[in-house]
T-cell receptor
């Protein structure tokens, strides 16, 4: 049930290492950002969100950083596990609709 | 667990045929989205509804696609006539949003293949 791009950027990390996935967004008016995880054959799953009045937000093993100056968003995953292998999408909205980035494939090596 | 349910999971059809995809959003959610995912274009917004009223369908080819919410438990996406370029995975998502802020819950998708 694979349904994502064959030419996605791929990040390969060793199990137990930290992962950093980056996203450049396009709309300077966007004020809300979300990271989603999509496993093969499934729909995207919410991971964490951040509003534009913040520059950092932490969840369980995940941290999102927002740099509005350069329109950059990152997702940090601590102690990456095999179950983290998936495609990760950032999404932005300025109130009109959600726009998803192209995605990054995270591959966790044993 | 509450979840978004989509049918069919897989559909193979011939060019020119009508295709209807259905979605049962999570009860109580006020916003329902239809997205299309392809290898080339990624996730594209087709249309979304707030409290069953269409708010934005600018991403949808109007000549062949239509989206409706006949009631709060059902959203439909219809393609007539279907074309090979419509082959994709179609996702429905729902959320209890304030504006466009909040978590979206996605279904598992309907994979459409048009021959």
């Amino acid at each position: 049930g694979e349904s994502v791009g064959l030419h996605l950027p791929t990040l390969s990390v060793q199990e137990g290492d930290n992962s950093i996935i980056n996203c450049a967004y396009s709309n300077s008016a966007s004020d809300y950002f979300i990271w989603y995880k999509q496993e093969s054959g499934k729909g995207p799953q919410f991971i964490i969100d951040i509003r534009s009045n913040m520059d950092k937000r932490q969840g369980q093993r995940v941290t999102v950083l927002l740099n509005k100056t350069v329109k950059h968003l990152s997702l940090q995953i601590a102690a990456t596990q095999p179950g983290d292998s998936a495609v990760y999408f950032c999404a932005e909205t300025g109130g009109q609709n959600f726009v998803f980035g192209p995605g990054t494939r995270l591959s966790v090596l044993p | 667990d509450a979840r978004v349910t989509q049918t069919p999971r897989d559909k193979v059809t011939e060019m020119g045929q009508e295709v209807t995809m259905r979605c049962q959003p999570i009860l109580g959610h006020n916003t329902v989205f239809w997205y299309r995912q392809t290898m080339m274009q990624g996730l594209e917004l087709l249309a979304y509804f707030r409290n069953r009223a269409p708010l934005d369908d600018s991403g949808m080819p109007k000549d062949r696609f239509s989206a409706e919410m006949p009631d709060a438990t059902l959203a439909t996406l219809k393609i007539q006539p279907s074309e090979p370029r419509d082959s994709a995975v179609y996702f429905c998502a729902s959320g209890d949003l304030v504006g466009l802020t909040g978590e979206l819950f996605f279904g598992e998708g309907s994979r459409l293949t048009v021959l």
